[in-house]
């Protein structure tokens, strides 16, 4: 009659399914984990909505910045006191007139100033607010007390005041309303006033029409992107579009990285938490060592994925839904198999430091040396985003203890070479199951042990001998 091995392994199933079940309820029906569950979404959702609240409760950008709103013109006051003007009447009306032709015409720029990319000022008239139908009336003072008056009263956004000197000494001075904070750095009008004064100085010479508008539109340039090398060339336009690639890895590096310390901070309070009410004593007269740690890595992995699922939904469903979600089905299941085998790796070492220290206190300081090591990708976050491939951050995506951070980092970033997201899954789960064989070893041995904790090297002889 020959043994089977299969009664064996199904019971050691069973045990493990066991100890996971119980690991997993009795974490989820905890309060503070409750807690945890309902106040992160919240905390998530009211930081995510106070940077709009608190503009919309300072007045919106209009009180910021200063500028008027998308409806309202712009007045921008002049005095010009240069002899001959530094902007002649003519030229003035005309500006004035095609301001409001372009308001009847509904004359608008294809994109909004409100972000910062510099094709966004390309157009051919001035504006004075943040949307593409806002326009700046030109008005005339007939000094520098009547144009300071009318900033007071608010009937000019601001005044230039052009000397009488101005052509000797281009000395100019804007007066602008301190209405806000930020209003003394906003020049509104200031395209307008320019192209005013250049087409005065233009007229003054003795070119031909197109070297005056050359010199009235002098350096208003155009922007493109030369990718680099095996890349195409963008449009300026798209530059927005680089804050969102900026987000995304710190982002899903963030979510991911939640689901490795969180579940295996449950782990590291349990066994210390176990081991200071002496309830091992009793499980382990049920289950073996190893068992136990196992059913406990699958119970707590599963309550921290729960836990982070749901912030992912709340904190990714808005990318989503606007399509700002540029990866693709196979670098977020990358992503989760890189945390996947960072919990499993990072719970084994976990574990085995809960069971040596004597206390969960004690244990949370001796973990702490691989809470760091698994967060240094973040602290090196910049050379993430960095455009091309950076040295640093390939060799911290092939290290084992760091891999799983920084490949998810990277994955949020862009492709990533296929050898080099084979070497460094291959890495981890080799890594992966050395923490479980030995770490398994130390829990085995340390976890019924009471008092002082053991030294490295009587740690050391338990991961070779078992």
Not at 340 to 359: E, P, Q, R, T
Request: proline share 5%; glycine share 8%; aromatic share 8%.
């Amino acid at each position: 009659m020959q043994f089977s091995p299969e009664p064996e392994l199904d019971n050691k199933l069973r045990r493990v399914l066991v100890v996971a079940r119980h690991e997993f309820w009795s974490t989820v029906s905890r309060v503070g984990y409750i807690v945890t569950l309902i106040g992160m979404p919240i905390a998530l959702v009211v930081i995510t909505l106070l940077p709009a609240l608190s503009i919309a409760l300072s007045g919106g950008p209009q009180a910021l910045t200063g500028l008027k709103d998308p409806d309202e013109v712009t007045v921008i006051g002049l005095v010009d006191e240069a002899s001959p003007a530094a902007a002649s009447p003519e030229a003035i009306a005309w500006h004035n007139q095609d301001q409001a032709l372009a308001a009847e015409e509904k004359r608008a720029l294809s994109e909004s100033p409100s972000q910062v990319d510099p094709a966004s000022w390309r157009d051919s008239r001035d504006r004075g607010g943040f949307q593409p139908d806002a326009r700046v009336e030109i008005r005339r003072y007939s000094d520098e007390e009547a144009a300071t008056q009318a900033v007071r009263t608010g009937e000019a956004d601001a005044v230039w005041i052009f000397p009488s000197t101005y052509w000797r000494t281009p000395d100019v001075t804007i007066l602008i309303g301190r209405t806000s904070p930020t209003k003394w750095r906003v020049h509104p009008g200031h395209r307008a006033i320019i192209r005013l004064a250049r087409t005065s100085i233009a007229e003054r010479t003795a070119l031909d029409q197109a070297s005056k508008d050359r010199l009235i539109k002098v350096l208003e340039t155009e922007y493109k992107l030369v990718g680099l090398e095996g890349e195409a060339d963008t449009d300026a336009r798209t530059t927005r579009e680089s804050f969102t690639a900026l987000l995304m890895p710190a982002v899903f590096g963030s979510f991911f990285a939640v689901i490795i310390f969180v579940a295996s901070g449950y782990l590291l309070d349990s066994v210390g938490e176990e081991k200071e009410t002496r309830i091992l004593e009793i499980l382990l007269a049920s289950v073996t060592p190893e068992d136990l740690l196992l059913g406990k890595m699958l119970g707590l992995g599963v309550a921290g994925l729960l836990q982070t699922l749901l912030m992912a939904l709340l904190g990714l469903g808005p990318l989503i839904i606007l399509g700002s979600l540029t990866l693709g089905l196979g670098q977020l299941l990358a992503m989760f198999v890189c945390a996947a085998l960072g919990y499993a790796m990072y719970a084994s070492l976990m574990g085995a430091s809960g069971a040596i220290a004597s206390n969960r206190i004690e244990g949370r300081q001796t973990s702490a040396a691989w809470t760091i090591t698994a967060s240094l990708p973040f602290f090196l976050f910049p050379v993430f985003i960095v455009e091309g491939e950076q040295l640093v951050a390939v060799v911290l995506s092939l290290f084992p203890l760091t891999a799983p951070v920084a490949m998810i980092l990277r994955l949020g970033a862009g492709a990533v070479p296929a050898w080099q997201l084979m070497v460094s899954l291959a890495t981890m789960t080799a890594t992966a199951w050395l923490a479980w064989r030995f770490g398994s070893r130390v829990f085995r041995i340390a976890i019924l042990m009471t008092g002082s904790r053991p030294p490295l090297r009587t740690i050391w002889s338990w991961i070779r001998t078992g």
